[in-house]
């Protein structure tokens, strides 16, 4: 089965390292592109490139601004992320539920011994 198109797919355009960077940044509010590229240390091309991406599958808006276009987090499109993650953390409690008792166990016996 062919690969879905990073702008059609949330999933896979999160996948990019840069553009999760980019998600994080705009975590702490809006900013032009300029910006983004400077605090990245990315070309100013390249970040617009991953902007358009994330602006396509709905993770980010923009504005204008004069000469400038502004970004910003749109998170609503990440609950499709959200909830596929979140029916993983009923593993991870069990998970770690049972790691602490083994180590618990572990102590024991050193007392114990």
Do not use: C
Not at 25 to 43: H, I, K, Q, W, Y
Not at 69 to 80: H, K, P
């Amino acid at each position: 089965m062919a690969r879905a198109a990073t702008t059609s797919d949330v999933f896979n355009a999160i996948a990019e390292p840069r553009r999760r960077d980019i998600l994080t940044l705009l975590r702490s509010g809006d900013r032009p592109v300029t910006e983004v590229s400077e605090v990245l240390g990315m070309t100013q091309p390249g970040a617009s490139k991953h902007l358009r991406v994330l602006r396509e599958v709905g993770l980010v808006r923009d504005r204008r601004e004069g000469k400038q276009r502004v970004y910003g987090l749109d998170a609503t499109g990440l609950r499709a992320v959200h909830e596929w993650t979140g029916g993983f953390e009923q593993f991870w409690n069990e998970s770690f539920d049972r790691l602490d008792a083994y180590v618990q166990d572990l102590k024991a016996e050193r007392r114990q011994e």
